[in-house]
Every structure is written in C-alpha cells, then in structure tokens.
T-cell receptor
Framework: KAGVTQTPRYLIKTRGQQVTLSCSPISGHRSVSWYQQTPGQGLQFLFEYFSETQRNKGNFPGRFSGRQFSNSRSEMNVSTLELGDSALYLC?????????????FGDGTRLSIL | GQQVMQIPQYQHVQEGEDFTTYCNSSTTLSNIQWYKQRPGGHPVFLIQLVKSGEVKKQKRLTFQFGEAKKNSSLHITATQTTDVGTYFCAGRVRGGSNYKLTFGKGTLLTVNP
C-alpha cells in the first residue's frame, strides 16, 4: 500500500508570493491533517479535512487555507508569504477521526522563504 | 496556546542507559498518542492510550497514561543507537465542536554508542 505522498518535496519562494502544497493520502483514508513543523515550535496543527469539509482548524492566520477533493487528496495554500513561514509542512492521513486514530505522515514539503 | 507540555526537551544517554520522556496537559485528555521521528524523517505512530492508568509495552518501550488522564510517559529500557530520534506525545483535546490532536514539542533523544 502506498504511503502518504506530498509534493513538491522542496520549494523556495520569496516574500509576498503564494504557494500551493499537495498531499495524497493513503488509499481509503478520508481524513487529512496538515501540520507546520519548525525547530522552535515543534508540530503545530493547521487544519483537518474529512470528506471535503474542514473539520478543525488551528491558530494560524487566514493566509493559510486548504481544501480536500472528492478523492481525499488535499491541497494547502499560503498566500502573501512571510519569512516566518519557512518550515517543514507535513500532511498526515487517517481512516477517520484523526484525533482518535493513528496518523500516517508524509515526508513533508520543506518551504524556504527568501 | 500550547496545552500539552513535554519534558525534557533534549536527552543524551549512553547506550544501555534508560530514557524517559514525560507529557503533561492542563486539561483532561480523552486519549494520547506517541510518535517517533528519526532525524530527517517524518513522525511515525507508536501507540495510542485511552484508558485511565493504562500501561502498554512494546519490547523495550513502556507507555503509561496517568490516572487523571492529564499526563503520560514513555520509558525506554537499555537504549540502543536505533532509538535516536524525537519522541512526540499528542493529546486529544476538544477544539470547538470537534476534537483535535495537540502535539507536545517533543524530546530529542541522542544515544552515545
């Protein structure tokens, strides 16, 4: 069974630009969660999607948004990029409720803002 | 703000020594999960604890969930170099109308061979 796939693996952008990250969950998994990982803050929850609906949202500004498609694939968008957005963005999928079932993480997209 | 605190932030041990990381929450957790992230890798699920006072073992790893369901620990007996990585706890807390997982900041374990 293929694991969680995230594309691209690396991305370099400049301040003010926008970016879209993609996540393909494990086949059959309907929940996709996004996390931002930085050395100082650890893993911070961005949002969770289940059956194309945002089920939960973390404490991030509105510049961070996401969506989920009918095939459970998810995208995350960050607009008006800031230097502080440099981080590893991890996507995780689970069969159902991500807070009550094992989450399977992808390898992440490392975003660098210049 | 961060509701799940994890200590210590770093731990360096000699191979063969034991290691423990602790997770504490300001609120009661409905469950707690543990993950391991190897350097350069992604978090990998280890276990989920649900019941008050629950203890689970995986070979040299022992996981405990406190009686009040506000704290948890992961203990590794006789560490090996393969245990190197960051160990995260994640507690299930209510966030609005749904539950969400809140991760601790992790404990980075290094092992001197």
């Amino acid at each position: 069974k293929a694991g969680v796939t995230q594309t691209p693996r690396y991305l370099i952008k400049t301040r003010g630009q926008q970016v879209t990250l993609s996540c393909s969950p494990i086949s059959g998994h309907r929940s996709v969660s996004w996390y931002q990982q930085t050395p100082g803050q650890g893993l911070q929850f961005l949002f969770e999607y289940f059956s194309e609906t945002q089920r939960n949202k973390g404490n991030f500004p509105g510049r961070f948004s996401g969506r989920q498609f009918s095939n459970s694939r998810s995208e995350m968008n960050v607009s008006t990029l800031e230097l502080g957005d440099s981080a590893l963005y991890l996507c995780a999928s689970s069969l159902g409720d991500s807070s009550n079932q094992p989450q399977h993480f992808g390898d992440g997209t490392r975003l660098s803002i210049l | 703000g961060q509701q799940v605190m994890q200590i210590p932030q770093y731990q360096h041990v000699q191979e063969g020594e034991d290691f423990t990381t602790y997770c504490n929450s300001s609120t009661t957790l409905s469950n707690i999960q543990w993950y391991k992230q190897r350097p350069g890798g992604h978090p990998v699920f280890l276990i989920q604890l649900v019941k008050s006072g629950e203890v689970k073992k995986q070979k040299r790893l022992t996981f405990q969930f406190g009686e009040a369901k506000k704290n948890s620990s992961l203990h590794i007996t006789a560490t090996q170099t393969t245990d190197v990585g960051t160990y995260f706890c994640a507690g299930r807390v209510r966030g609005g109308s749904n539950y969400k997982l809140t991760f601790g900041k992790g404990t980075l374990l290094t092992v001197n061979p």
